[in-house]
């Protein structure tokens, strides 16, 4: 039977395990608190927590046939491989897949031009830089033990609970004026499409840009948002003034300005996106919400 083992149980990685769980696989995952790993259990989910060295690391993973790690690395690396790269090294059988959870972010700013995956990493912030240490950490790793290992760049993910329209709901949407930025984008459930794709055709090393078919400036989807939801779009707000009150993460957005292509996971895994821009997105989110 596979068994999918998840380093971190955000957002994607919970998309993907339920698809999977429903296909008869069986899951497993860390959690950094034991509200989370309580969480975990309830839904059949074999839990472990993680916010150091994983307990009894061994007995955990034995059984492992695919891992997904979303992670975040800190200044000593990737945590899963730092802490246990004896652990998974000592898998047997080998997994039969391995994917990273990166980030378009590693390519820096291009003053919106396009980027693939061949395009030179640039990271202009030190999150960026460690992720790229984590993609080269992961690939050396997979090389070295021969498991293939896939590296999964992702754009702005959104998808339930997590978008505009409850930002607009919940008065924190804002609509920030930059001329020339872009950002890229790609719903949760495109995310788990990808992952699923790459589960079934392996290609050590491979690595994808998992993003929508359209890159746009973030007022833009706000307005939209707003045009669903039958209200008036918050006041425009040009950056140099927003700049002031924006967090260090959201400022770090709007530093870097890019057109992600997707053509590989298209090309190579055969993925069509449910979700090919953000106008379908939401329109779609707006319809589940039922209000």
Request: with cysteine; hydrophobic share 40%.
């Amino acid at each position: 039977m596979n068994r999918l083992f998840c380093f971190g149980f955000g957002y994607s990685a919970t998309v993907l395990a339920h698809r999977l769980k429903a296909q008869g696989w069986r899951i497993a995952g860390t959690a950094r608190t034991r509200e989370k790993v309580k969480e975990l259990t309830a839904q059949g989910i074999e839990a472990y927590q993680f916010d150091a060295p994983l307990s009894h690391a061994a007995a955990a993973l034995a059984g492992t046939t695919h891992i997904l790690v979303s992670t975040p690395p800190n200044v000593g690396g990737d945590p899963a491989l730092t802490h246990h790269v004896h652990d998974l090294s000592a898998l047997t059988p080998r997994p039969q897949w391995v994917g990273y959870l990166s980030t378009t972010g590693v390519y820096g700013d291009h003053q919106g031009g396009w980027v693939d995956e061949a395009t030179p990493v640039t990271p202009s912030n030190e999150r960026a830089k460690r992720r790229i240490a984590a993609e080269h950490a992961w690939a050396a790793w997979g090389a070295a033990v021969n498991v293939p290992v896939h590296i999964f760049r992702l754009a702005g993910i959104y998808g339930p609970g997590q978008n505009q329209l409850v930002s607009l709901r919940e008065g924190k949407a804002r609509r920030i004026i930059k001329p020339g930025q872009v950002f890229s984008r790609i719903h949760v459930e495109d995310i788990a499409t990808v992952l699923e794709a790459s589960i079934a055709k392996p290609n050590a090393g491979a690595i994808y840009n998992v993003c929508d078919d359209e890159p746009a400036p973030p007022d833009e989807v706000v307005a939209y948002a707003a045009k669903l939801l039958n209200i008036d779009p918050p006041p425009s707000e040009p950056f140099e003034e927003a700049a002031r009150t924006l967090s260090d993460m959201a400022l770090s957005f709007y530093l870097d300005s890019k057109r992600v292509k997707n053509d590989r996971i298209k090309q190579d895994l055969g993925v069509t996106l449910r979700y090919p821009t953000y106008r379908e997105g939401l329109t779609a989110l707006l319809a589940e919400d039922g209000r």
